[in-house]
């Protein structure tokens, strides 16, 4: 089992940034895949971005393509979502994952397998 803790999070104009972290603890870090997801009032969660075992491979949600950047540090133990130019419609609560493998299988929810609790990002126009 992963536990995995957000931070970061918070309101921000339009066209500004944010920095969301995600610390694990449990398993091995290097042992699994991470990724971002977010979920908007009234819609279903929604894939961001995700990273392998290493960082060899990314991949990112068209929507974000560009503006937000995936990281990790294995000796950190960390994650990180950087997010430029942000838009109103990025606004959401945010989640981080964990994977049950090193590689990426499908971009769903369904591959991620732990959770943090979630942090509200708040882009203003």
């Known amino acids: 089992q992963v536990q995995l803790v957000e931070s970061g999070g918070g309101l921000v104009q339009a066209g500004g940034s944010l920095r969301l972290s995600c610390a694990a603890s449990g398993r091995t870090f290097s042992s699994y895949a991470m990724g971002w997801f977010r979920q908007a009032p009234g819609k279903e969660r929604e894939f961001v971005a995700a990273i392998s075992w290493n960082g060899g491979i990314i991949y990112y949600a068209d929507s974000v393509k560009g503006r937000f950047t995936i990281s990790r540090d294995n000796a950190k133990n960390t994650v990180v979502l950087q997010m430029n130019n942000l838009k109103p419609e990025d606004t959401a609560v945010y989640y981080c994952?964990?994977?049950?493998?090193?590689?990426?299988?499908?971009?769903?929810?369904?591959?991620?397998?732990?959770w943090g609790q979630g942090m509200q990002v708040t882009v203003s126009s």
């Open positions: 994952a964990a994977s049950l493998s090193r590689t990426i299988t499908t971009l769903g929810p369904s591959s991620f397998a732990s």
